[in-house]
């Protein structure tokens, strides 16, 4: 059983910065991918950024420069921090992770970004 826990999410001004947590609970199991995800309404989900096996980071392009992920394997947690954050960057952001190939989705955490 796997159960995620987001936060941080909240209502900034453009320019300002954000951090969000992920913390993953679970009582076995190998966790294989974790990745942060964010949705506009009427919009498909897309990713923000991810951490594969082997520590192999990626990020979407409108994250590069201004977004880092980071994993806390020893405590199960996934960090976004999100720098210089623009209007088009409010969404519902979901936490998702693999373990043992199988899918988990956090419930999500609102950002909003204000002009």
């Known amino acids: 059983q796997v159960q995620l826990v987001e936060s941080g999410g909240g209502l900034v001004p453009r320019g300002e910065s954000l951090s969000l947590s992920c913390t993953v609970y679970?009582?076995?199991?190998?966790?294989?991918?974790m990745g942060w995800f964010r949705q506009i309404p009427e919009n498909e989900r897309e990713l923000v950024a991810e951490v594969r096996s082997g520590n192999i980071i990626n990020y979407a392009d409108f994250a590069k420069g201004r977004f880092s992920v980071t994993r806390d394997a020893a405590n199960n947690v996934l960090w976004l921090q999100m720098n210089n954050l623009e209007v088009d960057d409010t969404a519902v952001y979901y936490c998702?992770?693999?373990?043992?190939?199988?899918?988990?989705w956090g419930r999500g955490t609102q950002v909003v970004v204000s002009s």
């Open positions: 679970r009582s076995s199991g190998h966790i294989n991918y």
């Open positions: 998702y992770v693999r373990s043992d190939s199988i899918p988990y």
